[in-house]
């Protein structure tokens, strides 16, 4: 059977250039880049290198970068970070309600464990921030604002530029969520007036467990990862070389690519859509309809439930996922499309298709045909209908 995989923003095969520029760093140069003798300098040498690549690309340099384990350690690094050192300021921040679970949770933890007061910012119908409510959340002690680049779910682009700016005006750090946006969008931090910003390996075609984060000097942040004095004694731990050096070779393909791969995504999920519109009636787009990842697409099907697409598409070889998060048992509406106002029927009827640039126009030519009968069958099954 056809396998179609359509869930890039869950995460991304291992491109074979990245594979074979990581190998070497497992059996030939695995040296603990911490030691002094060539082997280990060699280590060494390589993670410098992609340190110096990943710089570049977002606009900045080398010593601004700080390798993490993903970018869920990349997020609670820069919540918990900032408001351990920061507590003497103030506490308070300001997220939004739409973030990845990778914030939410930390500042779940900062509001029960160090007092900390958290503004959850509501989003409009299309998932956008509203940047004067921004300002009114503003207090004296407020002493972050986290809101992220891109949203998984629903590809929404935010203002980074004008919050960055609102942020700067009020001497509060900005620290962004970017895990979706690196490779696929540039990010230069100095134009952006961005503090802080977390990365992923696994969601550009590069390994899972490796991750950064972008810190600009002089942020004052606690680590919470003590032993040696790797990452400038941010972050203790023995540098993961090849995970390091996948991570840069990936960074360094989507780059070159960037273009290329953002035209093609763009004419895919617009044939998708087209297609699946002209197939279907009652679907909706969740998302903003042009400032949005050219990779995703979020839609809600009326009278049916996404978990049951999900299976059913997954019988026919296609790889899609819920927008809704199952949580100890109940099936939830994604927070994400409540927060947009999507109905709670309507936010458990919808599916995400995140595309990547391995996708071909065959596989939308296949997906639309499968896709159509599927939804026309749970229909006919439904009770709503
Ligand atoms: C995947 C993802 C994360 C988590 O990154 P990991 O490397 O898997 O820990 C955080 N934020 C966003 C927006 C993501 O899509």
Redesign the pocket.
């Known amino acids: 059977m056809k396998q179609i995989y359509l869930d890039h923003?869950a995460t991304t095969p291992v491109c074979k250039e990245v594979l074979e520029a990581m190998v070497p760093y497992f059996i030939q140069d695995y040296g603990n880049a911490s030691s002094v003798y060539s082997m280990g300098q060699k280590a060494r040498h390589a993670v410098d290198e992609a340190r110096e690549v990943i710089g570049n690309a977002l606009g900045t340099e080398a010593t601004d970068i700080i390798f993490t384990s993903?970018?869920?350690?990349a997020?609670n690094f820069a919540i918990k970070g900032i408001a351990m050192a920061n507590l003497n300021k103030g506490r308070h921040i300001i997220t939004s309600s739409i973030e990845?679970l990778?914030v939410l949770e930390p500042c779940r933890f900062i509001e029960k464990e160090l007092g900390f007061d958290v503004t959850y910012l509501p989003v409009d119908k299309q998932g956008m921030v509203d940047t004067d409510k921004l300002k009114d959340a503003i207090r004296k002690d407020t002493i972050l604002i986290s809101i992220?680049f891109a949203n998984?779910e629903t590809g929404t682009i935010q203002p980074i530029k004008d919050i960055s700016k609102i942020a700067r005006e009020n001497k509060i750090y900005f620290h962004t969520?970017s895990?979706?946006v690196l490779g696929k969008m540039p990010i230069d931090v100095e134009e952006l007036g961005i503090d802080m910003c977390?990365f992923?390996g696994?969601?550009l075609y590069g390994p899972k467990g490796i991750?950064a984060m972008y810190l600009r000097k002089g942020v004052r942040i606690t680590p919470f990862q003590h032993g040696g004095h790797h990452e400038r004694n941010k972050r203790a731990g023995t540098e993961n070389v090849p995970g390091i050096v996948g991570f840069a070779k990936a960074v360094k393909i989507a780059y070159r690519d960037m273009k290329k791969n953002d035209d093609h995504l763009k004419k895919l999920t617009k044939k998708m859509w087209e297609g699946l519109n002209k197939e279907l009636k009652e679907i909706y787009l969740n998302g903003h309809p042009e400032n949005r990842l050219s990779s995703t697409l979020n839609i809600s099907f009326r009278y049916i439930e996404g978990e049951s697409m999900v299976l059913n598409f997954d019988m026919k070889g296609i790889s899609a996922s819920t927008g809704s998060a199952c949580t100890s048992g109940s099936l939830e509406p994604s927070h994400v499309l409540t927060a947009m106002g999507v109905s709670p029927d309507m936010a458990q009827g919808s599916v995400r298709f995140s595309f990547g640039y391995e996708n071909t126009e065959e596989d939308v030519y296949y997906c639309l045909a499968e896709i159509p009968p599927i939804v026309e069958k749970l229909r006919k099954m439904s009770p709503l209908c």
């Open positions: 923003n993903g970018g869920t350690e997020n990845h990778a992220m998984n969520d895990v979706q977390s992923s696994h969601k991750g």
